[in-house]
Protein backbone atom coordinates (compact mmCIF):
# COMPACT_ATOMS: atom_id res chain seq x y z
CA UNK A 1 0.00 0.00 0.00
CA UNK A 2 2.47 2.33 0.98
CA UNK A 3 4.76 2.09 -2.42
CA UNK A 4 1.10 2.49 -4.41
CA UNK A 5 0.93 6.24 -2.69
CA UNK A 6 4.73 6.49 -3.46
CA UNK A 7 4.08 5.72 -7.34
CA UNK A 8 0.60 7.66 -7.46
CA UNK A 9 2.59 10.50 -6.11
CA UNK A 10 5.20 10.41 -8.14
CA UNK A 11 3.00 10.31 -11.41
CA UNK A 12 0.70 12.98 -10.84
CA UNK A 13 3.87 14.95 -10.03
CA UNK A 14 5.10 13.68 -13.36
CA UNK A 15 1.69 14.77 -15.19
CA UNK A 16 1.89 18.40 -13.54
CA UNK A 17 5.65 19.48 -14.22
CA UNK A 18 5.38 17.83 -17.83
CA UNK A 19 1.94 19.89 -18.18
CA UNK A 20 3.64 23.17 -17.57
CA UNK A 21 6.57 22.09 -19.32
CA UNK A 22 4.69 21.81 -22.40
CA UNK A 23 2.93 25.01 -21.59
CA UNK A 24 5.63 27.08 -21.38
CA UNK A 25 7.67 25.67 -24.16
CA UNK A 26 4.66 25.88 -26.26
CA UNK A 27 3.35 29.31 -25.47
CA UNK A 28 6.63 31.22 -24.52
CA UNK A 29 9.80 32.74 -26.21
CA UNK A 30 13.00 31.33 -24.49
CA UNK A 31 14.64 34.21 -22.01
CA UNK A 32 11.83 36.83 -22.12
CA UNK A 33 10.13 37.96 -19.25
CA UNK A 34 6.39 37.55 -18.82
CA UNK A 35 4.91 39.81 -16.05
CA UNK A 36 3.22 38.43 -13.85
CA UNK A 37 3.17 40.80 -10.80
CA UNK A 38 5.25 43.88 -11.38
CA UNK A 39 8.87 43.58 -10.13
CA UNK A 40 8.83 40.28 -8.37
CA UNK A 41 7.30 37.37 -10.27
CA UNK A 42 7.44 36.70 -13.86
CA UNK A 43 7.33 33.30 -16.33
CA UNK A 44 10.35 33.65 -18.48
CA UNK A 45 11.27 30.35 -19.81
CA UNK A 46 14.99 29.29 -19.34
CA UNK A 47 16.72 26.23 -20.60
CA UNK A 48 19.25 24.95 -17.90
CA UNK A 49 21.74 23.23 -18.80
CA UNK A 50 22.96 22.58 -15.45
CA UNK A 51 22.01 21.74 -12.01
CA UNK A 52 20.21 23.73 -9.19
CA UNK A 53 21.88 27.53 -9.80
CA UNK A 54 22.93 26.03 -13.26
CA UNK A 55 25.88 24.42 -11.65
CA UNK A 56 27.54 21.44 -13.21
CA UNK A 57 26.33 23.55 -16.52
CA UNK A 58 27.08 21.33 -19.58
CA UNK A 59 27.65 18.21 -17.58
CA UNK A 60 24.49 16.57 -18.40
CA UNK A 61 25.65 12.84 -18.25
CA UNK A 62 27.48 13.13 -15.22
CA UNK A 63 24.15 14.73 -13.93
CA UNK A 64 22.17 11.94 -15.73
CA UNK A 65 24.67 9.35 -13.72
CA UNK A 66 23.95 11.14 -10.22
CA UNK A 67 20.19 11.41 -11.01
CA UNK A 68 19.82 7.61 -11.31
CA UNK A 69 21.82 6.99 -8.17
CA UNK A 70 19.89 9.08 -6.07
CA UNK A 71 17.19 7.73 -7.73
CA UNK A 72 18.21 4.00 -6.87
CA UNK A 73 18.90 5.13 -2.81
CA UNK A 74 15.39 6.36 -3.39
CA UNK A 75 13.53 3.79 -4.19
CA UNK A 76 15.60 1.30 -1.97
CA UNK A 77 14.23 3.14 1.02
CA UNK A 78 11.19 3.09 -0.04
CA UNK A 79 10.86 -0.80 -0.38
CA UNK A 80 12.84 -1.41 2.30
CA UNK A 81 12.15 0.67 5.41
CA UNK A 82 9.45 -0.59 6.84
CA UNK A 83 9.37 2.14 9.47
CA UNK A 84 8.08 4.76 6.63
CA UNK A 85 4.99 6.44 8.11
CA UNK A 86 3.04 8.69 6.08
CA UNK A 87 5.28 11.58 5.95
CA UNK A 88 7.81 9.77 5.13
CA UNK A 89 5.89 8.41 1.77
CA UNK A 90 4.71 11.72 0.81
CA UNK A 91 7.73 13.03 0.68
CA UNK A 92 9.50 9.99 -0.70
CA UNK A 93 6.70 10.67 -3.53
CA UNK A 94 7.37 13.83 -4.01
CA UNK A 95 11.12 13.77 -4.61
CA UNK A 96 10.74 11.04 -7.15
CA UNK A 97 8.17 12.74 -9.07
CA UNK A 98 10.43 16.18 -9.28
CA UNK A 99 13.78 14.04 -10.08
CA UNK A 100 11.67 11.98 -12.65
CA UNK A 101 10.52 15.15 -14.17
CA UNK A 102 13.79 16.92 -14.59
CA UNK A 103 15.51 13.39 -15.40
CA UNK A 104 12.85 13.26 -18.56
CA UNK A 105 13.77 16.67 -19.81
CA UNK A 106 17.52 15.80 -19.71
CA UNK A 107 17.17 12.75 -21.12
CA UNK A 108 15.04 14.05 -24.05
CA UNK A 109 15.78 17.57 -24.40
CA UNK A 110 19.35 18.09 -23.24
CA UNK A 111 18.57 20.48 -20.44
CA UNK A 112 15.83 21.41 -17.46
CA UNK A 113 13.23 23.50 -18.67
CA UNK A 114 12.85 26.27 -15.52
CA UNK A 115 10.04 29.20 -15.61
CA UNK A 116 9.49 30.52 -12.46
CA UNK A 117 11.67 33.48 -11.99
CA UNK A 118 11.64 35.64 -9.02
CA UNK A 119 12.80 38.84 -7.89
CA UNK A 120 13.09 38.84 -3.91
CA UNK A 121 14.04 42.29 -2.11
CA UNK A 122 16.20 43.18 -5.72
CA UNK A 123 17.96 39.20 -5.87
CA UNK A 124 16.88 37.71 -9.02
CA UNK A 125 16.39 34.13 -7.47
CA UNK A 126 17.21 31.53 -10.02
CA UNK A 127 14.42 30.25 -12.33
CA UNK A 128 12.86 26.94 -11.34
CA UNK A 129 10.06 24.62 -12.13
CA UNK A 130 7.02 22.19 -10.60
CA UNK A 131 9.99 19.13 -10.41
CA UNK A 132 12.41 21.38 -8.30
CA UNK A 133 9.24 22.03 -6.38
CA UNK A 134 8.50 19.11 -5.55
CA UNK A 135 12.02 17.88 -4.61
CA UNK A 136 12.48 21.03 -2.60
CA UNK A 137 9.14 20.64 -0.42
CA UNK A 138 9.80 16.48 -0.78
CA UNK A 139 12.93 17.03 1.28
CA UNK A 140 11.95 19.44 3.55
CA UNK A 141 8.95 17.30 4.57
CA UNK A 142 11.44 14.16 4.85
CA UNK A 143 13.83 16.40 7.65
CA UNK A 144 10.86 16.63 9.45
CA UNK A 145 9.78 13.75 9.68
CA UNK A 146 13.05 12.07 10.45
CA UNK A 147 13.42 14.61 13.31
CA UNK A 148 10.03 13.61 14.65
CA UNK A 149 10.78 10.15 14.56
CA UNK A 150 14.01 10.48 16.25
CA UNK A 151 15.98 8.79 12.72
CA UNK A 152 18.30 11.02 12.50
CA UNK A 153 19.57 10.88 15.95
CA UNK A 154 19.37 7.10 16.02
CA UNK A 155 21.63 6.60 13.27
CA UNK A 156 23.95 9.04 14.48
Not at 25 to 34: E, I, P
Amino acid sequence: MKKTIVIYLSLIGIIIDRITKILVTSNLSLYVKNKIINNFFYITYVQNKGAAWSILNGNRFFLIIITFIALAIIIKYVVEDKSNNKLDIISYGLVLGGIIGNLIDRLFLGYVVDFFDFYIFGYNYPVFNVADILIVVGVILLFISYFRSGKIENNS
